[in-house]
């Protein structure tokens, strides 16, 4: 009875997030380039995300979840929220934005190049195993930008069609709307501590106000590992900068 009650809690809690959201330019502009174009899908997305049990502390798979992440699968996609950032000492590249100065200028290196902050940094270790899996990796701030980054590109040019996301469990239902609705099979990871638990933090985050760096657990980040084959190290990392998300160069898209 418990779970119940918290599932139909939860999914209370999508339906108001979906509404809030209409007033905001993320909720029109995702109408306007997602749903207008696709309204039968986008309901089913609506209907299939209501079920989702957040409650539940493992991952949950979207659309039937992914086959693999492996080398030769494109494309597929990695994103993980920008609260994973380190605060003290500071990421050298900013916190609000989708950069990374260890994956775009020092392709995964290891050792003394690799500036003090980055060195336990859960957004370079996940990119690098998603970049060496074949896989693009992006930095998540705003949901406008995912619209951008993600939704529509797959949306309109199928330019990804599996992703692995590891994000806060609050956003786990309107996240996996965008999803379903734009045709990307996907597994999301929740983060751990530090992660936002109603829409004010939501939204402040949403806007780059978030003072607290959000950490992944070890069963989460085995599970990552494991997705993404647990690719070693082979020879150097060559990354490619497309818009706000890096791709390895042998898959990159074109310009």
């Known amino acids: 009875m418990r779970s119940g009650v918290e599932s139909s809690r939860l999914s209370r809690v999508m339906w108001m997030f979906c509404l809030r959201s209409l007033v ?21 997305a609506l209907r299939a995300a209501g079920r989702i049990d957040a409650a539940e ?3 949950v798979e979207v659309g039937g979840g992914p086959s693999d992440f492996r080398a030769g699968e494109p494309p597929s996609i990695v994103g993980a929220g920008f609260c994973l950032k380190p605060v003290d000492p500071p990421c050298p ?4 934005n989708h950069d990374c100065v ?20 859960a957004i370079r270790g996940i990119g690098t195993q998603s970049l060496r899996a074949g896989s693009a990796f992006y930095v998540m701030t705003s949901a406008r930008d995912i619209l951008d980054d993600v ?22 239902k309107p996240f996996a ?18 992660d936002c638990r109603n829409y004010r933090t939501w939204l402040l985050a949403d ?6 760096q959000t950490t992944v657990d070890a069963t989460a980040s085995a599970d990552v590992a494991a997705r993404l084959g647990g690719a070693p190290p082979v020879g150097p990392l060559r990354v490619v900068r497309r818009g706000n998300v890096l791709f390895p160069a042998a898959g990159a898209p074109a310009a």
Not at 177 to 194: D, H, K, W
């Open 151 to 172: 939704y529509v590109p797959a949306l309109e040019s199928r330019r990804f069609t599996t992703g692995l996301f590891v994000l806060c469990r609050y956003s786990f």
């Open 57 to 59: 502390r493992g991952v």
């Open 177 to 194: 709307v965008g999803l379903m609705a734009s045709g990307i099979r996907a597994r999301l990871v929740p983060l751990g501590q530090g």
């Open 24 to 44: 905001r330019e993320y909720g029109w502009l995702f109408i306007r380039q997602v749903a207008a174009r696709h309204p039968w899908r986008t309901l089913k």
């Open 102 to 121: 260890c994956l775009e200028r020092l392709a995964g290196a290891d050792g003394a190049a690799v500036p003090v902050p980055c060195r336990s940094c």
């Open 207 to 212: 806007r780059g106000i978030k003072g607290e």
């Open 93 to 96: 590249s900013g916190r609000f």
